[in-house]
């Protein structure tokens, strides 16, 4: 589709966290919120983080400033609306508290983004949440310092602006987006990654690949109408800083991401990912994800008795990037005829060593590429092989449907008829 917007946007947006990277980065924290003017911390982890020690060797670093440090393994893997209000309380209860560290995946830091916006605006969750699910609040008072500390590499999560959660009730993965919920300070130590499982480190790849190869897709900031001031947001369609962030993200990949899941010891292989991740993070916490992000709200949300590889066991899920990659595929085969040389592009970024794809300029190239890495890392096959079949496509649809603010940020216009032809072909993606 060409968009023909009568007034043309001219301006885009580009907004990071201060950011720091490298091993040892974590023993730093309790200056850096020294700096910050922090004297009460909350430390938001989980309990499997937790098992690691890491959460509790960050809190006496914190300690060794001066700082008092409490510990809560409160974050739920793939947090809820109810066990985002359970942290809430507990921190809460243990509070006052003037600074927040997350240490863990996306779920403890998207956690630790929620305790903080209630705790320093007020309010209730629904009310912060996206519409249509939610009120779409914005917070009206500056949210006290988030320190953010990624002990996976995939979500992004200590770069963006978005909290993402499954509201029970209604079945569906959704989130909260705010400016205010970007971290003050990502501190990346790829140490921290060491202990992540085969299958984790394979879904929350996928994340990343995901993040940088939809933002790199993702409708142009010239597409839209021109914005008024007050009325820019976060996403704000591909542009030159988030393409730049996104290309070296998938380069970085080619070279670590299936090094990384079969090796996890190898450290120049885990030190590119974390670097992949926060690359991806910077591109699209400003550009957007879209289709593929948009459909996993709910396989990730209507899941019935799928156990993934290297998670908790104590009830089903679909993990998020794994849940992100069943539809990227065929999303981006649909994609492809937005901007063909874009998508062959990615192709080539993700997959230098076979220079025989690039006779071809196809719109299987690109489904191909990420086909044979989701079966090298050991991805599911589909939405089939995670318990959806045919009769469960339009409930999938509708859920996927309700996430409209990323899917305005496609590079095509969407409609209920493309996502279920994405779905269908989506239940087994090879032979």
Not at 25 to 52: K, N, S, Y
Request: include cysteine; glycine fraction near 10%; proline fraction near 7%.
């Amino acid at each position: 589709m060409t968009w023909s917007p009568a007034n043309p946007e001219s301006v885009f947006t580009y907004g990071a966290p201060q950011l720091k990277f490298g091993a040892g980065a974590a023993d730093e924290i309790g200056h850096d919120l020294g700096a910050l003017g922090v004297h009460r911390v909350l430390v938001v982890t989980d309990a499997g983080v937790l098992a690691t020690g890491w959460p509790e060797r960050v809190a006496e670093g914190i300690r060794g400033f001066g700082i008092e440090a409490v510990v809560h393994d409160s974050a739920h893997v793939e947090p809820t609306d109810a066990s985002l209000q359970v942290a809430v309380d507990r921190a809460r209860a243990d509070g006052p508290f003037d600074g927040y560290v997350a240490v863990g995946g996306g779920s403890a830091i998207d956690t630790a983004k929620a305790v903080d916006l209630l705790l320093s605006d007020g309010g209730d969750l629904m009310d912060y949440v996206n519409a249509p699910v939610g009120e779409g609040r914005a917070p009206t008072q500056q949210l006290a310092p988030l320190v953010a500390v990624p002990t996976t590499t995939g979500t992004g999560a200590e770069s963006t602006t978005i909290c993402v959660l499954d509201v029970l009730a209604l079945k569906v993965k959704t989130g909260i987006s705010h400016v205010r919920l970007r971290p003050s300070l990502a501190v990346v130590d790829p140490r921290l990654t060491a202990t992540q499982p085969a299958g984790v480190t394979a879904s929350a790849g996928m994340d990343i690949l995901c993040h940088a190869l939809e933002s790199w897709t993702a409708r142009p900031f010239t597409s839209y109408e021109r914005k008024q001031p007050g009325e820019r947001v976060p996403y704000c369609g591909s542009n030159p800083i988030s393409d730049m962030w996104s290309e070296r993200s998938m380069s970085l990949l080619a070279k670590a991401f299936r090094t990384a899941v079969r090796d996890g010891g190898d450290e120049a292989a885990r030190g590119d990912m974390a670097l992949a991740a926060t690359f991806a993070g910077l591109g699209f916490g400003n550009a957007g994800v879209h289709v593929p992000h948009a459909n996993a709200y709910p396989i990730a949300g209507r899941v019935r008795d799928f156990h993934p590889d290297g998670y908790p066991r104590d009830e089903p899920m679909v993990p998020h990037g794994m849940a992100v990659a069943l539809t990227a595929p065929e999303a981006f085969r649909w994609t492809f005829e937005s901007d063909p040389e874009r998508h062959l592009a990615a192709a080539r970024l993700l997959d230098p060593g076979h220079g025989d794809r690039w006779d071809s300029d196809s719109r299987d190239v690109l489904p191909g590429v990420l086909v044979d890495l989701m079966r090298d890392i050991g991805l599911p096959n589909g939405l089939r092989a995670v318990g959806y079949g045919e009769h469960d496509v339009d409930d999938l649809v509708d859920g996927s449907l309700k996430q409209q603010r990323l899917l305005a940020t496609s590079p095509r216009e969407v409609g209920p008829d493309d996502l279920v032809g994405i779905m269908t072909r989506s239940l087994q993606l090879w032979d």
